[in-house]
């Protein structure tokens, strides 16, 4: 059966009525049931689904008004409509108060049922849109519930990606007030949330951020804006380097709101940038001294063969004449002159670390007091010598000769600094490095370091003076005042001690030179003087000079011809190998130059020692008998003569390596 037909139930105990009423009804389209008592209503209730019903009041002896309440259990929006022939005040208000929508009164009047009917099924259809619209209203009310829902949730995921994102996170509306902000930006800088909101992000600023903020930022303003470098001021007053990356907030209507950044602390960068940029420097730097000392190393070289002829001859000379002579003391000014031209040589070559160092365990305090003693004899009295030294100091591994050399140095460039009375500060203290430490001080390698440092109180120097010390012949003072070579010469030193050296210095306040020295775990041995031997001699051995230099040869010639030996002489390796082959069974030394064009010093004696084997060879050089010099020893050779010679020194090491066995 269609449910769009209306059904209608009359319940009557006259047959008659019933059957007629539902003739009229039917006509009409209705659907009808029919029930006589109160029983037969119950049981059609249940089966036929009555929209309306037609109730008569009495049925026989039964009151119709009982079953209202049985359909509206049944039948929740079932309409009733009571029909009776006693019309009385009294019972049409208690059948509306029992639930019946309305009454007929019999004999029915079809137009007035029609109206009727039609006003129930009106009713009906109302209460059917108001339960479709409440049910609608439920099922959106449902649906928001959950839209609401899901809503709270991606707030509560959100509030939770930004309160614990890594990152700060800061917004602010159109006037740049600040009106929210993340658990980590109050962490980054250092306030709390309610110090940070209502404030303008300038307040957090210094003037030169402030400019930066207002180019890139400033007021909220549309369009995409790039990350940019900021740096906040931190509540404990210290600076917070960050990356800014801003994003404008517009509105569903396309209408700006304010903005939002993220802020990123960027502290360990700039360290790493810091450390890396202070790296470079300190390489560019090490590289320069390294090309210096190169180029010193070669000039102190050539120097040294010049020196050669002018203090050579002037010995052989002296050896001839006694002091009674008139040219005795003329020759030996020019001794004293070359001598100290050597020493010149010494200090570049100490700078290029081309010089013999005598490494042992030494207490660097008792070093110092030594220096002092020292210092307070050459030194101004009214510039005080003060020492704060470390007790339990560690030991460290250094030739004390150079070490008094480092402080004799600096020493002295603090006094040239002191106008007047003065204090020159020396100090000592042990120190660890660890590998950050290192990545600042280029050359050196993690653990304990001994710290000496000499503390000034004179001029001072600017930052483009203080670029420049350590190189050779560049000196503050005035000219004749200085050479130029003694911070070089301490810079050479110190680097062979696997140090290195700081300068900090500003003018007008003094200067500081800090010295880092790698502590060992020896202990400090005592030290056994070497004692003068007796004068050299002579021989008749065949001794082979090789040297490039043509006046180094026939220098050498005559100083050893003069002592009994007989000389031969090559200018290269090439010609040394020659004459050794052809002389093998007389030559019973050589002098071997190391620098020398063509083949080179050091392939020459590997040459030398494959044309005879026993074949002893003495290295001759400008530089120590490290670097390449120490190479060729361990190469076969055994022994070593400085240059510019020294006579009693050279023949002294030509008859000690004779006589060996």
Not at 36 to 42: I, L, M
Not at 158 to 167: K, P
Not at 355 to 365: A, F, G
Request: proline share 3%; aromatic share 6%; hydrophobic share 40%.
């Amino acid at each position: 059966m269609n449910d769009d037909i209306r059904k209608i139930l009359i319940v009557d105990d006259e047959r008659d009525f019933v059957i007629s009423l539902t003739d009229i009804l039917e006509t009409y389209g209705y659907n009808v049931g029919t029930a006589h008592n109160q029983q037969e209503a119950v049981d059609t209730i249940k089966s036929f689904n009555a929209d309306v019903v037609l109730l008569d009041v009495r049925l026989g002896h039964e009151n119709g008004l009982n079953l209202i309440n049985t359909f509206k259990d049944a039948r929740p929006n079932i309409v009733t409509v009571i029909m009776t022939a006693f019309v009385e005040a009294d019972s049409a208000i208690e059948a509306i108060q029992e639930g019946a929508y309305d009454y007929l009164r019999k004999p029915l009047n079809p137009r007035q049922l029609l109206k009727t009917l039609d006003r129930c099924f009106e009713k009906l259809q109302l209460e059917r849109e108001k339960i479709a619209v409440q049910e609608a209203l439920s099922r959106r009310n449902l649906e928001l519930e959950r839209m609401n829902a899901r809503l709270r949730e991606s707030e509560e995921r959100y509030r939770l990606l930004v309160e614990t994102m890594n990152d700060g996170l800061i917004m602010q509306d159109l006037n740049g007030v600040i009106t929210y902000v993340n658990r980590k930006f109050t962490r980054m800088t250092g306030y709390p949330e309610a110090e940070l909101l209502g404030r303008l992000a300038s307040d957090f600023l210094d003037e030169a951020n402030i400019k930066i903020y207002a180019r890139y930022i400033g007021v909220c303003h549309g369009g995409d804006i790039s990350p940019f470098e900021l740096t906040w001021l931190k509540k404990d007053g210290t600076m917070l380097p960050t990356i800014v990356s801003p994003q404008s907030i517009i509105d569903d209507e396309n209408r700006l709101r304010g903005c939002f950044a993220v802020i990123t602390d960027i502290t360990e960068r700039k360290i790493a940038e810091e450390e890396k940029r202070n790296m470079e420097q300190h390489l560019q730097q090490a590289q320069k001294m390294e090309s210096i000392g190169t180029l010193a190393g070669g000039i102190s070289h050539d120097f040294n063969n010049s020196l050669q002829a002018i203090l050579g001859y002037t010995q052989i000379l002296l050896m001839d004449k006694n002091e009674t002579n008139p040219d005795y003391s003329k020759l030996a000014s020019i001794e004293r002159a070359a001598q100290r031209a050597s020493e010149l040589t010494q200090q570049l070559l100490a700078f290029s670390r081309k010089v013999e160092s005598k490494m042992r365990p030494i207490d660097l305090n008792k070093e110092i007091r030594d220096v002092r003693n020292l210092l307070e004899r050459t030194i101004p009295k009214m510039i005080d010598i003060e020492l704060d030294l470390e007790k339990n100091l560690y030991v460290i591994n250094a030739d004390p000769s150079q070490i008094e050399q480092i402080m004799m140095n600096l020493a002295v460039n603090a006094r040239d600094a002191i106008n007047e009375g003065g204090k020159i500060l020396i100090c000592t203290e042990n120190t660890m490095l660890s590998e950050t430490d290192c990545r600042t001080f280029h050359g050196l390698v993690p653990g304990n370091y001994v710290i000496l440092s000499m503390t000034d109180n004179g001029k001072g120097m600017t930052e483009k003076e203080r670029e420049r010390i350590f190189e050779p012949f560049f000196t503050t003072k005035a000219p004749g005042k200085g050479t130029g070579l003694g911070l070089a010469m301490v810079y050479g030193l110190v680097t062979k001690h696997n140090g290195h050296i700081e300068c900090n210095s500003n003018p007008g306040v003094g200067t500081t030179f800090s010295i880092y020295l790698p502590a060992i775990k020896q202990e400090i041995s005592a030290v056994v003087e070497k004692k003068e031997g007796p004068a050299p001699v002579g021989g008749t051995e065949t001794i082979l000079i090789v040297d490039d230099e043509q006046f180094v040869r026939e220098l050498g010639e005559q100083i050893l011809k003069k002592f009994g030996y007989r000389v031969i002489t090559s200018s290269d390796g090439e010609s040394a190998l020659a004459t050794c082959s052809k002389n093998i069974d007389q030559i019973s030394l050589v002098i071997l130059d190391l620098i020398m064009p063509g083949m080179g010093g050091k392939r020459c004696l590997e040459e030398l020692l494959r044309i005879k084997p026993e074949l002893k060879v003495i290295i001759a050089s400008g530089y120590s008998p490290e670097d390449d010099a120490n190479s060729a020893m361990e190469s076969g050779a055994k022994g070593f003569i400085s240059k510019p010679y020294n006579v009693r020194n050279m023949l002294s090491e030509v008859r000690e390596v004779l006589d060996a066995g």
